[in-house]
């Protein structure tokens, strides 16, 4: 099949995707607004869609119950939602072309296990901590994890296949304090580490909103600009050397962008499994395997499944409600045997 190809040439940058690209980035930014109106909508207040439109452009100002619901209660949580399914989502991506494997997740890999550790002995030791050191725990704990996996891994370079299971060994590890963690701390604190750790927007604000975005302002574009070494790195080291790619260097570099966006969304909303796998499967079906234009792809598809989950989770069983992360487990565990039987096969 031809593939017609979107080349753009500067002499800082050079980015080549699928001519396909930007129709299905606008289609699936379409399809996250219709998500996201309609997760603000529903809920004991419920609020029409038409409403929810003028209010969050500021065209209806009659109705204070409206703007406070949506302001403080439901927007911050669906873009909280958005923004965590968007960092997971490329960390997949990365991790999935690093080690050239298309079953690699952060939270299979030990990264996710590092950030959890980490956050979950912030809320259980230092309960009174201010909100800001919660991602930065977390992206040092995933920050150590990645660095120890990495380093583990280094046989005169680093192997794609000893990351993936030396990450399984330390995630373990890193599981098994997390759980003497919860059994010997103090209740209400105990309680909240386990409401984070069934990942989960309930109760977002303003301040996790603005204590996420600087990390997607500065690590996805570092995942753009990376994403053609990403292609190269896909191709193998001896090949990628060929290229002119300094293999360990943009490795390292793309592992630390990871890294973050995982720690940090982890940090904001507790484990949210599969979405790091799931989103860049599907984006490969509609896209292709050229990173510079998977990873936008991805980045929305989890942005939009984060959202949906949320959605459901608020719904199905309402007034009762299911973390998100309980949902995206639900629908990725079938899909990682579906795709565990397919590689299986080939």
Not at 174 to 185: K, P, R, Y
Not at 224 to 250: C, I, P, Y
């Amino acid at each position: 099949m031809k593939v017609d190809w979107l080349v753009i040439r500067s002499p800082t940058i050079s980015f080549r995707i699928d001519r396909r690209v930007p129709a299905i980035l606008l289609c699936l930014a379409a399809v996250i607004v219709v998500a996201m109106v309609m997760n603000i909508s529903r809920g004991e207040y419920p609020i029409s869609p038409l409403d929810i439109v003028k209010t969050v452009l500021g065209l209806d100002t009659g109705n204070r119950d409206h703007a406070f619901v949506i302001h403080n209660l439901r927007l911050p949580r669906t873009l909280v939602a958005f923004m965590v399914g968007v960092a997971l989502a490329i960390s997949g991506t990365i991790f999935q072309g690093i080690t050239r494997n298309p079953l690699a997740d952060p939270a299979f890999i030990g990264i996710n296990s590092g950030a959890s550790l980490a956050a979950v002995t912030v809320i259980v030791l230092f309960p009174s901590a201010p909100i800001y050191t919660l991602p930065l725990s977390a992206f040092a704990g995933a920050l150590l994890m990645g660095g120890l996996i990495y380093w583990l891994a280094w046989n005169n370079g680093s192997s794609p296949l000893l990351f993936i299971l030396i990450g399984i060994g330390l995630s373990a590890i890193a599981n098994a304090f997390i759980s003497l963690m919860i059994t010997f701390g103090e209740i209400y604190s105990v309680t909240d580490a386990l409401v984070w750790l069934a990942g989960s927007v309930y109760g977002r604000t303003w301040e996790q909103v603005f204590s996420l975005l600087p990390w997607l302002i500065i690590f996805i574009p570092m995942a753009l600009t990376l994403a053609r070494h990403l292609n190269a790195l896909n191709l193998g080291d001896d090949l990628a050397k060929g290229l002119g790619t300094r293999v360990e260097w943009q490795r390292a570099l793309l592992v630390l962008v990871g890294v973050a966006l995982a720690g940090a969304s982890v940090a904001t909303a507790g484990n949210i499994s599969f979405v790091g796998l799931i989103a860049p499967h599907i984006g490969r079906q509609l896209v292709g395997p050229n990173h510079q234009g998977l990873i936008p792809t991805a980045a929305l598809l989890g942005g939009m499944i984060v959202v949906v989950a949320d959605f459901l989770g608020r719904t199905l069983f309402a007034p009762i409600e299911i973390p998100c992360g309980v949902v995206t487990a639900a629908i990725g565990a079938p899909y990682f045997l579906y795709l565990l039987i397919s590689n299986r096969k080939k």
